[in-house]
């Protein structure tokens, strides 16, 4: 449940970048560029679709997909409560994900 | 309706939230307390021991006295204490119904229930309480109503739930765009990010437990379908309900008496079979007759309420089958009900349905408070002041949001501080948590709205602070000494507690201080318009 | 001065037809719903009881679905005619069920 939840807690975190407010948030006046936000989307649905996979593989569906949720819901609300009251505390483990990704996409910019 | 499709949604949305937002918020609060029911239960009653007997021990106690204590029931159900819902030995036995000549007809009559000592076989003494399962019973049963009053009410409001969830999701479809969006300190703002936020995120959730709901009560509310098929009536309703069940080896009652075999044994051929600890209960029907059946049923290991079962015949103790297997229809059914209970659940995953239930109860919450805030610049300013109908909704709102866990915390208080021996004492229990939330009701009717909720804010805080101290000079069991023997039940109810008293300090604190700036703001204004020009002013 | 007045009869006309759309919506749905659950228990291909439960388990969907479209249609005459329409379609092939099929 656990790998689930920090799964989709990544996703979500990489899907919230490809939202120019959340991206405004963590580096204000920064712009992403198309190819890095396509990325940052796919890396995103593939960690969603990944969290739910191992959990309905662990659990079997009807448990699986009831943790899923709960743990989609769980992942979310942290997100929301750190970009609300310390977005910087999303950058630090953004930064980490961003900086991989940006080392080939965005330099080209 | 005159404009848009958004925007007859948007009305759509916005009423029937309100007409059954208090009912809502209510079902919401009581059946998420009924998700820790059992520890409830364990607190409200302290003299519970902690078991240790072995399951033949425990069977063996509750067929000597269930054989002692019944004749002629339909059914016997034995609990064991084999795991969280059922921390002691229960046993309950059901009675047929007589008809007008004495004879015992199909359908079934009473029924009572006892928690008893495996080692002496004799019923446990508590004090009288509705524990956690009254709370529990409240959140779909109400209380003072009959049943059938109770089953249409509850059943209306999530109609009107449900149909509130869909068209606020097609009011507020922008919101899965900014899905992470929360503003805080914006006013209406941050009232509508909070509502659309937090039902954003576990719209799974919320709309499971609605649909589902309504499906515990699908049987009433539409009692045409069935009638189409069965005919109506009571009679009729049983046949449906048997072939329903579809229950094998399925028997009439031989009326003729024989011995019961010893279900301790029955049990052990089960454990034998699925492994230690597996045997959630066993039922017996017809017991003492010779055509009784013995059901022994494995724990709770997936969605559905229903699950695999061993089926003995009750006098000769032979195994006559396995049965797990039911109809796709009747599955979905069973998989949407267990859904709802979620009694399968282990401890992470039924916080994390407490969580989510916490968050429901503050999408309906923060909704109510929207409606107000929305309308509040336009109803200050009218001569005369607020309608009477605005005054209404925002008294209601304080009365519920604020005043139901004050109520609430009223419940735990007269557990511990009625007399042990008063008559009637799980009953005045509830009254005392209905007395208090009246109280709370009336209470804003005769303040100002704003104080109001900041006071009933400070009480809720202090009533649930008090809790653990009251709890600690009843029972001698405080919070240290919980943690002490980890005991989790105490101390998390403790700690729980605390938890929620501080939040609505929290929220007493931020709204005496956003009082303050408001006055200081107004008066500042005032100055100002003063002196730019008086004829400004408002 | 004059515009308020008419504002005001607006508003009451309004009202009354928010009423009769929310009665519509409640009762009509309901009914709807009903003859819905009752022609689906006979058309399904399925065991007597469990026709009944997923005809039961269809029937909330359908009211809300209802209750929907009463709400977002742009005339109330429409809004009635529909589920006037829906209503005797669904009721004629109840008929047809039990003058014809094995429907109780």
Redesign the interface.
Known sequence: ?LISFLLAYFA?TL??LT?N??YQQLWPGGQLSESTEYILQTLGWVGLSGSSVYLLYQK?I??GL??W??????A??L???Q???APRTVAAIALLEWGRSSSNSDRKQ | MKNGFRQSMAWLHTWTGLVVGWVLFFVFVTGNLGRFDTEIDRWMKPELPAETATLAQSIDAAQQRLQEKTTGSALWTIWPATNRDYPNLRIRSEDYRLDAQGEPTNLRGNRAEEILDPETAAPVQTRATGGGQLLYKMHYALHYLPRNVSDWLIGICSMFMLVAIISGVITHKKIF????????NKGQRSWLDLHA?LA???L??FL?ITYSGLVFFVLTLFPGIVASNYGSGEQQREVFNEEMAAKEFRIERANSPANLTRLSALADIAEKRWGEGSVRLIEVSDPGDAHARVRVVHQLD???RTNQELIFDGASGALLGEQHAESQARGFYD?LL??HR?L??DW??RW??F??GW?GAIIIGSGLVLWVVKRAPKQLKQEGGPDIGHRLVESLNVGTIAGLPIAIAAYFWANRLLPIDLAGRGNWEANAMFIVWLAALLYPVFRPIKRAWIEQFWIASAALLLLPVINALTTGRHLLHSLQVQDWIFAGFDLTAITAGLLFAYGAIKLSRREEVVAVNKRDKKVHAQLDSPAQTI | MAKTKISNRELSLYRWQVAVRALLAVLGGYALATLAGIFLTYALPLSRSDAVITANLLSFTLYSIAIIWVFSTQTLRRAGLGLLLAGLALAAAILLFKLFGDAP
């Open positions: 449940m979500f899907l919230s939202k407010r959340h079997g009807g448990i009831t943790e949720c709960g743990v989609l819901s769980a979310a609300l997100l929301v409560l970009f609300s009251y | 765009a900014d899905f992470f969006t929360f503003r805080p936020m954003t995120i576990t799974p959730f499971m997936d969605t559905s998989h267990g859904l979620g399968f659940a992470i995953l994390l349905y969580i989510s968050i």
